[in-house]
């Protein structure tokens, strides 16, 4: 859970970072759509001087012919730099159109990522419901086990009174049974003292008591 927590707010931080690069390229985006719409009107600017120097340059000519091939030069080397100016212009024009359909293909880019982090991060919630859901269930059961254990506990502190009550009659019953013995013993003893005249039989007999006694107290 809390894996899936961090991954989420690793999500949640790649959307806002991704949302940020979108913004800050689609500013990118604007500048250089303003320039490239400076750069359009300095070319048609360009333009229009050239198409002035050539009239000019016309003129030049006309007045050349009059007499002046220096202003002719002059102005010819103006519009070398011109031309020079133009094409240099235009080349950077072209590597801002460039620039301008990298940028396009990055937001449409961070557009599809910041997508998928959203889904990503959709997928991510459910994870977390389903495992905190899962975790209501698994308290459920511990409660439940528990409770469980509480009776079995009672049940078992109930048969261990019991147990020992019983203990407490059998000992009482075995001290009973002591004091029997020890009177039985004492008859025995006190019958083979008061008659020395019996025949062997019956003092054979008399000694299997004590035995018979012994065998009892033994079970």
Known sequence: ???????????????????????????????EQEHSFNVEKLRKSLEQQVKDLQVRLDEAEANALKGGKRII???????????????IEQRHHQETLKEVRKNDRRLKELAFQAEEDRKNQARLSDLVEK?????????????????????????FRKAQHELEDAEERAGQAENQLNKQ???????????????????PQQVRAASAVPFRAGSVRRN
């Open 131 to 155: 495992l905190q859901n899962k975790l209501k269930v698994y308290k459920r059961q511990v409660e439940e086990a528990e409770e469980i254990a509480a009776v079995n506990l009672a049940k």
């Open 1 to 31: 859970l809390d894996e899936a927590i961090a991954e989420l707010k690793n999500s949640e931080e790649r959307v806002k970072k991704a949302s940020a690069d979108a913004a800050r390229l689609a500013e990118e985006l604007r500048l």
């Open 73 to 87: 030069q002059k102005l010819e080397q103006k519009i070398h730099e011109l031309e020079s100016e133009l094409d």
């Open 181 to 199: 013995r020890a009177k039985n013993r004492s008859t025995v003893s006190a019958a083979r003292g008061g008659s020395p005249q019996r025949e």
